[in-house]
C-alpha cells in the first residue's frame, strides 16, 4: 500500500477522528502543521493508534511531554473516568491518588490545578525509583527503541516504575500491556526525545 503525503502551510487543520478510547466516543481537535504529514499503513505494533502520530504537536518541551500523554490518555480532558476506573486528565488509579494523600475522586476530577499537581509528583517518585536504570539505559537501543528519559517516564506513568524496571533490566525481554493493549515499548518510543529535566527526582513529593 503506498504512503499518502499531504504539505501543510502555516494553517490550522481541523481533523476530526473517532474511536480512540473503548467508549468510542468521538473527539475534535485542531493541530497547526508547519511541516510534513504522512498518513501511512498502521503496523501491528502500534497498537491503537490511528495515525502514526495521536497527539498535536506540542513541542519536546516538558509541557509538550505533558500534554503529550494527556492527549494519550484521555484527550486532555479533566472529568472523565474511564470504564476501568481511572480518571482525569493523566488517568490516575485510585492507589495512586492515595499515595498522595488524595481521597475524593469527585473533588479530584473537578481540580484542574491538583491534576497537574499529582502527575508532576508522580513524575518525580518514578525519576527517582528509576534513577539508577535512567543513567544505565538511555541511549541504548532495546527492541529498535532509542531509550530516553522522557519515554522512560512516560512508560512508568502507564505500567508503574516496577514494571519499567524490569523491562529495562531484562533487555526488553519482559513484557507488559495494560487493559486497553499498551504496552512498554510503544511508550518508550512514542514519548522518546522529550525535556524532562524539569522533573527533579523526589522520593516523597508533597502537593
Known amino acids: 500500500m503506498k504512503k499518502v503525503i499531504l504539505i501543510l502551510g502555516i494553517t490550522t487543520l481541523g481533523i ?11 473527539v475534535n481537535y485542531k493541530l497547526n502543521f ?5 498518513f501511512a499503513p498502521i503496523e501491528k505494533e502500534e497498537e491503537e493508534s490511528h495515525f502514526n502520530y495521536n497527539f498535536p504537536f506540542t513541542g ?56 497537574e499537581d499529582a502527575f508532576i ?8 525509583i528509576l534513577r539508577k536504570d535512567i543513567r544505565r539505559s538511555v541511549g541504548k537501543k532495546i527492541n529498535g527503541v532509542v531509550i530516553t528519559e522522557s519515554g522512560i517516564l ?33 511508550y518508550l518510543k512514542q514519548f522518546a526525545g522529550f525535556d524532562t529535566s524539569f522533573i527533579k527526582a523526589n522520593k516523597k513529593p508533597v502537593l
Open 121 to 128: 509528583a508522580l513524575c518525580s517518585v518514578n525519576k527517582w
Open 60 to 115: 519536546n518541551s516538558f509541557n509538550g511531554f505533558k500534554e503529550a500523554i494527556a492527549f494519550k490518555e484521555s484527550q486532555g480532558r479533566y472529568h472523565i473516568v474511564n470504564s476501568i476506573g481511572y480518571l482525569g486528565k493523566y488517568q490516575f488509579g485510585k492507589s495512586t491518588l492515595k499515595r498522595f494523600k488524595i481521597y475524593n475522586t469527585q473533588e479530584f476530577l473537578n481540580n484542574p490545578k491538583l491534576q
Open 154 to 186: 512516560a512508560a512508568a506513568h502507564l505500567a508503574g516504575a516496577g514494571n519499567v524496571k524490569k523491562y529495562l533490566r531484562s533487555g526488553g525481554k519482559y513484557h507488559f500491556e495494560d487493559a486497553y493493549g499498551s504496552s512498554i515499548q510503544h
Open 16 to 26: 476530526f477522528i473517532s474511536g480512540f478510547s473503548k467508549e468510542e466516543k468521538e
Open 34 to 38: 508547519t511541516k510534513e504529514v504522512s
